[in-house]
């Protein structure tokens, strides 16, 4: 059976969601659109640095892959990103260029009340490598390069 993943943050990289503790069967489906959200890295990594989170916010919209993965790939997905732990697995509603779509994606549990972690280059290069690969919409990506997230 197959599932619908919306990746935001380094999970949009093809390689690191198709690496064997991710989910190796991913194969991308759209880039799509999450409404009344925004992305900032206020979710604090193990190491001290700010990793990826979305929050909601009236107006602003994050762009990201959406990935079809097989069911059995979720425990390990769910074990990369602290399911229960660190993030949460939610059921959202994104926007392709031609549908609404039903997506899982993790929304993070912890948060920095001050959103201003400084995440690690090694990690925007992540995030930056694939909304450049799957075509996310250039100013989308030059906001990644830039920064200007957080």
Same mark, same amino acid.
């Given at each position: =059976?197959?599932?619908?993943? +919306?990746?935001?943050? &380094?999970? =949009?990289?093809?390689?690191?969601?198709? &690496?064997?503790?991710?989910?190796p &069967?991913?194969? +991308?489906?759209c880039s799509a659109r999450l409404d009344d959200y925004y992305l900032? +890295?206020?979710?604090?990594?193990?190491d001290g640095s700010g990793k990826a989170g979305i929050r909601?916010?009236?107006?602003?919209?994050?762009?990201?892959?959406?990935f079809e993965i097989d069911e059995s790939d979720w425990r390990t997905l769910d074990a990369a990103e602290g399911n229960g732990m660190e993030y949460q697995r939610s059921t959202l509603t994104v926007k392709s260029r031609t549908t609404d779509m039903e997506v899982d994606t993790y929304l993070p549990l912890k948060w920095d009340s001050k959103e201003q972690l400084m995440p690690h280059q090694w990690?925007?290069?992540?995030l930056t490598k694939g909304a450049e690969h799957f075509g996310?919409?250039?100013?989308?990506?030059? =906001?990644?390069? =830039?920064?200007d997230v957080l």
């Amino acid at each position: =059976m197959k599932a619908l993943y +919306f990746a935001y943050g &380094s999970n =949009m990289d093809p390689d690191r969601i198709t &690496s064997h503790d991710r989910a190796p &069967s991913a194969r +991308f489906v759209c880039s799509a659109r999450l409404d009344d959200y925004y992305l900032a +890295f206020g979710k604090p990594g193990a190491d001290g640095s700010g990793k990826a989170g979305i929050r909601p916010k009236h107006d602003t919209a994050v762009w990201g892959v959406v990935f079809e993965i097989d069911e059995s790939d979720w425990r390990t997905l769910d074990a990369a990103e602290g399911n229960g732990m660190e993030y949460q697995r939610s059921t959202l509603t994104v926007k392709s260029r031609t549908t609404d779509m039903e997506v899982d994606t993790y929304l993070p549990l912890k948060w920095d009340s001050k959103e201003q972690l400084m995440p690690h280059q090694w990690y925007l290069d992540h995030l930056t490598k694939g909304a450049e690969h799957f075509g996310l919409p250039p100013e989308y990506v030059v =906001m990644l390069e =830039m920064e200007d997230v957080l």
